[in-house]
Nanobody, 122 residues
């Protein structure tokens, strides 16, 4: 069983920045490509960003490309996302999960962490 604990969310003004963290335990973290997803009120959960197991490849949703940067520290079993130039439409609960190596927008684990709320005010 894997445990995923997201943190770092908060309230920020448009144009501001936040750095989210996801600490993983229970599995060999470095074996997995990891991703960030988000769910806004009344909407389905959507893919945000993903990173390969060794950190050498990344991918982003078009809506965040150029503003968000995903990274990981396998020694700390942690994946991060640096979010800059935040917009009100980035408001959502953000989650992390392992991602399918053949389809990075597809989460692997059926269970999710509690997520971390990001609210961007205009």
């Amino acid at each position: 069983q894997v445990q995923l604990v997201e943190s770092g969310g908060g309230l920020v003004q448009a144009g501001g920045s936040l750095r989210l963290s996801c600490a993983a335990s229970g599995r060999t973290f470095s074996n997995y490509a990891m991703g960030w997803f988000r769910q806004a009120p009344g909407k389905e959960r959507e893919f945000v960003a993903a990173i390969s197991w060794n950190g050498k490849r990344t991918d982003y949703a078009d809506s965040v490309k150029g503003r968000f940067t995903i990274s990981r520290d396998n020694a700390k079993n942690t994946v991060y996302v640096q979010m800059n130039s935040l917009k009100p439409e980035d408001t959502a609960v953000y989650y992390c999960n392992a991602v399918n190596p053949l389809s990075w927008s597809t989460p692997v684990f059926g269970s999710w962490g509690q997520g971390t709320q990001v609210t961007v005010s205009s």
